[in-house]
């Protein structure tokens, strides 16, 4: 990939697991919903069955986003695990052979936020990345324009550890397809493994907290703000071609809540050939800052016009409309 250079234009809007501000996450409706919007990309986290086939879920721990404790045949899965450094109690998806979990449906994570998502639990079943390829392909075909993919994977290392790595059936199924493409990771040992084996943009993901969990593994002292500074921006820009950053390390916020000065982090990132995508952008007030009550347009407008090349956001329709006051 080097010397590959990324055009700089109109910023996109990435359906941060489809239109998940309206619909339970990670489901073909949010999917679906996200490119009636008008969403130039949707984006699915991406773990393994046991039979290793790629699944859309936020987690491969799956209590908090299907119906997996009220099936008793899979009750004797229920167990506890580390999964990068945390321990977690639950049901996970590398447990369960792609027919087991298809038996589940999905529910709303955050349904005490987002109550009138609920209404939607258990008509969904969880989703495979070829079955989000080819609603993508298919829609595609019929709005004539392209709608892009922009898949992350989720605990690569992990993952690899199992006997599951993630990229081998992941560039298998996106090498099929001609829509556009990104392919994101907050570790950093899988993106530049990537870039030895594929020509699709890759995205560093960084936190404002913490370290990537391979350099946590590694014992490596890097951290997230390490990777921020020119110097941390010049090393991302030799094996990716953006970065996908939490939107606090653009404008950061007091401990009241309201918005400070901007950083030099989109100049930065841009000065290095890098394309800058922010998240997450939801329309709730208890996410947004004290300046933006009420008024989320207005939050995204703030980013565009600090020069963001793309905005991760729950809900679609009101980036595509703050996108075009700018």
Request: glycine letters at 8%; one cysteine or more; aromatic letters at 8%.
């Amino acid at each position: 990939m080097t010397g590959y250079k990324l055009e700089m234009t109109t910023p996109i809007i990435i359906a941060h697991r489809g239109a998940s501000g309206y619909r339970p996450e990670h489901t073909l409706a949010a999917y679906q919903l996200a490119i009636d919007m008008g969403a130039d990309y949707i984006e699915p986290d991406l773990v393994s069955s046991q039979d290793g086939v790629l699944i859309a879920r936020h987690e491969n721990e799956i209590s908090m986003t299907t119906d997996v404790e009220n099936h008793p045949e899979f009750a004797h899965l229920r167990t506890t695990k580390i999964i990068d450094g945390e321990i977690k109690t639950g049901w996970f998806t590398e447990d369960f052979t792609l027919t087991q979990l298809k038996t589940l449906t999905a529910k709303e994570r955050i349904g005490q936020i987002r109550p009138q998502n609920t209404t939607y639990d258990g008509l969904e079943t969880i989703p495979t990345l070829e079955e989000i390829i080819d609603l993508a392909e298919n829609q595609t075909s019929q709005k004539g324009y392209q709608i892009g993919i922009y898949p992350e994977t989720k605990h690569p290392s992990y993952f690899q550890s199992i006997g599951l790595p993630l990229e081998p059936a992941l560039l298998e199924s996106l090498t099929k397809t001609h829509l556009p493409i990104f392919i994101q990771s907050f570790e950093v040992g899988n993106l530049q493994n990537l870039n030895k084996n594929t020509d699709f943009p890759l995205v560093q993901l960084i936190n404002d907290l913490g370290q990537p969990n391979d350099f946590r593994v590694d014992g490596k002292s890097c951290t997230y703000q390490d990777m921020i500074k020119p110097g941390g921006l010049k090393k991302i820009a030799q094996y990716a071609q953006a970065i996908g950053v939490n939107k606090n390390l653009l404008i950061p916020r007091n401990s009241q809540g309201k918005l400070l000065s901007p950083t030099s982090l989109v100049k930065d990132a841009h000065q290095q050939n890098l394309l800058i995508h922010t998240w997450t952008f939801r329309n709730e007030n208890c996410f947004l800052p004290l300046d933006y009550q009420n008024h989320p347009q207005g939050e995204y407008e703030l980013f565009f016009n600090l020069g963001v090349d793309g905005v991760f956001t729950d809900f679609p329709d009101t980036a595509v409309y703050a996108r075009g006051k700018v």
